[in-house]
T-cell receptor, first 114, second 118 residues
Framework: DQQVKQNSPSLSVQEGRISILNCDYTNSMFDYFLWYKKYPAEGPTFLISISSIKDKNEDGRFTVFLNKSAKHLSLHIVPSQPGDSAVYFCAASTTNFGNEKLTFGTGTRLTIIP | DAGVIQSPRHEVTEMGQEVTLRCKPISGHNSLFWYRQTMMRGLELLIYFNNNVPIDDSGMPEDRFSAKMPNASFSTLKIQPSEPRDSAVYFC????????????????FGSGTRLTVV
């Protein structure tokens, strides 16, 4: 039972354009959502997070949007750069304590075309 | 800060053999997580510890898997006996009780151990 779903295994975007990665969840107890980025042969690294009381959080080129009623979130990268090519994982948690488990999706491989 | 250190980076073993994966968390982090990455299931949690105590091991696939955290600076994940379907990348991550402006700070992951069971 996949509680966090990333339905697009891969996405290709032209350099300079917007990349939009999507994520859906089923567990209404999730209140915090995170995005991680993973390069080959490395562990995932934390990118950005959002709580369910907000619908948007922005950090530089990265913006996460949350639609709680639809149980949907998305990560926007503008403008996309070649270094953004990586696998992106969406994750969800019921708390913001940092010591609780995260439930991850299956990942989306983003390729930025120069 | 050396980050989360996992060893070995790669492990190739024969079916039926015992495999031990090792993890050294970041000093000062009091939570440790073991995840497994597969194409089908993405990153799935196997077990996690708070203050060296196992909190949730419901993700451990079966009795062949066991994990220990004898102290705050070391953890092992053992598979005995190993099977080909255990082939995956195993990640260790650590974290501490911390929020940034009310948001979770996120884990720090190690580089992973790629396990191949033949």
């Amino acid at each position: 039972d996949q509680q966090v779903k990333q339905n697009s295994p891969s996405l290709s975007v032209q350099e300079g354009r917007i990349s939009i990665l999507n994520c859906d969840y089923t567990n209404s107890m999730f209140d915090y959502f995170l995005w991680y980025k993973k390069y080959p042969a490395e562990g995932p690294t934390f990118l950005i997070s959002i709580s369910s009381i907000k619908d948007k959080n922005e950090d530089g080129r990265f913006t996460v949007f949350l639609n709680k009623s639809a149980k949907h979130l998305s990560l926007h990268i503008v403008p996309s750069q070649p270094g953004d090519s990586a696998v992106y994982f969406c994750a969800a948690s019921t708390t913001n304590f940092g010591n609780e488990k995260l439930t991850f999706g299956t990942g989306t491989r983003l390729t930025i075309i120069p | 800060d050396a980050g989360v250190i996992q060893s070995p980076r790669h492990e190739v073993t024969e079916m039926g053999q015992e495999v031990t994966l090792r993890c050294k968390p970041i000093s000062g982090h009091n939570s440790l997580f073991w995840y497994r990455q597969t194409m089908m299931r993405g990153l799935e949690l196997l077990i996690y510890f708070n203050n060296n105590v196992p909190i949730d091991d419901s993700g451990m696939p079966e009795d062949r898997f066991s994990a220990k955290m004898p102290n705050a600076s070391f953890s092992t994940l053992k598979i005995q006996p190993s099977e080909p379907r255990d082939s995956a990348v195993y990640f260790c991550a650590s974290s501490r009780f911390q929020t940034v402006e009310g948001l979770p700070y996120g884990y720090t992951f190690g580089s992973g151990t790629r396990l191949t069971v033949v």
